[in-house]
């Protein structure tokens, strides 16, 4: 199997990097099984204190590989599954994790990649980082990444970029409660993630783990609640009309028939 998570252990830190920039480090197959993999190796290692979860390529992470899965002979609903069923494991697996979780990110983030961006604890961003969930755009909506992003984002800004789908920066970000940082300078993400580490480092494990459960408890008893309903809300999203024009028009590069601003020049 192609590596497409690579995986990093020095002085306490475990770092997973997403590598598959081909298709924008989207959660296939092999991602999904990587990704798994190296955070259940940070739980069972007594010598990480703690994950730092970042990418290689211009995009953390671009949702769900539905292309993958279609091109195994998998219909739309069985490919929508798939990624339902990916996406909730990483990110109870990230909430449940008895360490904490950093998500160093400069670069786009788009669907699923909100996901994991949610359930980290800690997520700085660096100045090329551009956000955008565009779901709504395409019949769809943020049904399953809602269980990590509503107890996260204040309600003004999820009201906004819930619906609008427009693409914000590294610092409205910030604004928002989506990133805990953002610095203006590339080269000054290391050293923030640096920062953060360096008090993760003097705690012990059992303080770190302790203090994390404080602060993941509300999430995963309303992630437990409400896995399911927003599992079958995703479904029956994907499996209607108005999703496969969405989708069909994404991939054939052409405005939707409900885009409004298309039809009002045409």
Known sequence: MT??????AEAGVLTLTLDSPNNRNALGEALVAQLLAGLRRAESDPDVRAVVLTHAGGTFCAGADLGEALRRGASVEEASAAGTTAMLDLM??????????????????????????????????????????????????????SLV??????????????????????????ESGLLSEAVGDSGAVDAAVEQALAGIRKASPQGLAASKALTTADVLADFTR?????????????????????????????????????????
């Open 92 to 145: 109870r697996t990230i909430l449940e994790l008895p360490k904490p979780v950093i998500a160093k990110v400069d670069g786009h983030v788009r669907a699923g990649g909100f996901g994991l961006l949610g359930a980290a604890d800690i997520a700085i961003g660096g100045p090329a980082c551009t956000f955008a969930l565009t779901e709504a755009r395409l019949g769809l909506a943020p049904s399953v990444i």
């Open 3 to 8: 590596e497409v998570v690579h995986v990093d």
């Open 149 to 174: 992003l509503l107890p996260k984002l204040g309600s003004r800004a999820v009201g906004r970029y819930f619906i609008t789908g427009e693409t914000f920066g590294p610092l409205t970000a910030v």
């Open 226 to 266: 409400y896995a399911k309903q927003r599992a079958g809300e995703s479904a029956e999203l994907f499996a209607s009309d108005e999703a496969r024009e969405g989708m069909s028009a994404f991939l054939a590069k052409r405005a939707p028939r409900w885009d409004i601003t298309q039809n009002a020049s045409s």
